[in-house]
């Protein structure tokens, strides 16, 4: 019994809690697994054989989205169940209710229960599921152990070690065992694949990284956005993408170094209202809300924020940025100054050269995107100054950057279909 893996969770849990009088994402947290156990029940036979992909938050959603999505179009007939950890997956509920509206077969998201022995197996012998997908990582070791346990095909998509993580540490045997449950697991990169091999993990094949094939899918069929097309108007623009205080205090002083400002479409991560009032500080004005154009016109818009460069528009709304980034001339993506740097390749795929902060090292493609030449990491706010000069004055070296970050992209397509044809194999 890993006694130190349930206590760390019961800890877990309980911190959760504790925080909900301060964080609006804690108490969702709470609030959304209330009554989980009657909405299974419900639906407990119309999910039994289901396809049940499991994800932490919705960036993982869309990492195992291309593969959910052809597996579904290959099996019309099958349930599908879609768990998140994270409160985030309630936009993907919304997405796939709006995008899916004729499909006969149950689609049910749903949070996934605390980890435990109890819930574990309540859990499978509640939706009997036929294949199970986990997504790049997130570790629940009674879950998985669960699933091992009823003999149900369990398989690990798009995932990415390092040497560092506990399976590769003197004390990490619990954690290995959670790698023993999984039928297979395809990983991200060879070195990945070598630090499983080196520690007795057999079931493992490189397949790449499925997030390249959906964020080319966004490309391909995203419509544009008629408000963020109004303010572009002749541009430039820099697109400030999932940002923290932290991103929107060095946006501020490198912007006060520039000759000339940009116009500035900012999308903070979490666009609850303290956030986005501090925001409203920081940028250049004239200002105005995503939320205040809704329905008005292009004539109307270009008045309120003016045709000018200068103008700030800040995203009051969710689950647009990887459309916006099509309206953009420049991205700079945030979390890079906080616990780990968001999405690149939203912004990569539309063609625009990336930046971002040095907290990056957890994440291939932001090595990739720099040897590429369409990737720039900035450590403090006279870095960022430097780039966004060369990158606002050259429209040449700008669209040389761009056009690298979106080859680098379709070179690394490809990922799903290897998963989706390697699932039929170890399935027959």
């Known amino acids: 019994m890993p006694l130190f893996i349930d206590f760390g969770t019961r800890l877990y849990h309980a911190g959760i809690r504790l925080a909900m009088p301060f964080s609006p994402k804690a108490e969702r947290w709470v609030h959304g697994r209330r009554g989980l156990w009657h909405r299974l029940e419900d639906r407990r036979e119309e999910l039994a054989g289901c396809l049940w992909m499991h994800c932490a938050s919705t960036g993982e959603f869309e990492q195992g989205r291309p593969v959910l999505e052809a597996l579904m179009a290959q099996h019309p007939e099958m349930p599908v169940l879609l768990t998140f950890f994270s409160p985030s997956g309630l936009e993907a509920r919304r ?21 435990g022995p109890h819930n574990a197996q309540r859990l499978v012998e509640l939706v009997r599921p036929r294949l199970v997908l986990w997504v790049k990582y997130e570790f629940w070791y009674h879950h998985l152990h669960a699933i091992a346990q009823a003999g149900v095909p369990l398989h690990l998509v798009s995932a990415i070690f390092r040497p560092g993580q506990p399976f590769f540490r003197w004390y990490g045997a619990a954690w290995r065992r959670m790698l023993r449950c999984f039928t297979h697991i395809f990983t991200q ?35 544009p956005l008629p408000i963020a097309e109004a303010f572009r108007g002749d541009g430039p623009v820099l697109i400030c993408g999932s940002t923290w205080p932290a991103d929107e205090a060095l946006l501020e002083k490198a912007l006060a170094g520039l000759d000339t400002h940009p116009k500035c479409l900012v999308v903070p991560h979490e666009p609850v209202e303290a956030h986005l009032k501090a925001a409203e500080q920081r940028f250049p004005r004239p200002l105005a809300r995503w939320s205040e154009l809704e329905g008005a016109t292009t004539a109307n818009i270009a008045n ?18 990887a459309r916006l980034y099509r309206h953009g001339d ?73 056009d690298a970050a979106a080859a680098y992209v379709r070179e690394q397509c490809g990922a799903t279909s290897k998963v989706v044809e390697a699932l039929q194999g170890l399935a027959s």
């Open 304 to 321: 309120m924020l003016g045709p000018e460069r200068g103008s700030t528009l800040l995203v009051d709304r969710m689950g647009l940025l």
């Open 330 to 402: 420049v991205a700079y993506v945030g979390g890079g100054f906080g616990e780990g740097v968001h999405s690149l390749l939203e912004p990569a795929a539309w063609g625009l050269p990336v930046l971002f902060g040095p907290r990056h090292i957890k994440f291939a493609e932001a090595r990739g995107l720099i040897e590429a030449g369409g990737g720039f990491e900035v450590r403090d706010a006279e870095g960022l100054v430097i780039v966004l000069r060369h990158l606002m004055q050259d429209a040449h070296a700008r669209r040389k950057a761009g």
């Open 189 to 223: 990169d060879e070195a990945s694949a070598e630090l499983l091999r080196a520690i007795g993990i057999e079931q493992v094949s490189v397949s790449g990284d499925t997030r390249f094939d959906r964020v080319a899918t966004i490309v391909d069929h995203a419509a």
């Open 95 to 115: 997405a796939l209710r709006r995008e899916y509206p004729e499909r006969k077969a149950p689609l049910m998201v749903e949070y996934l229960p605390p980890d």
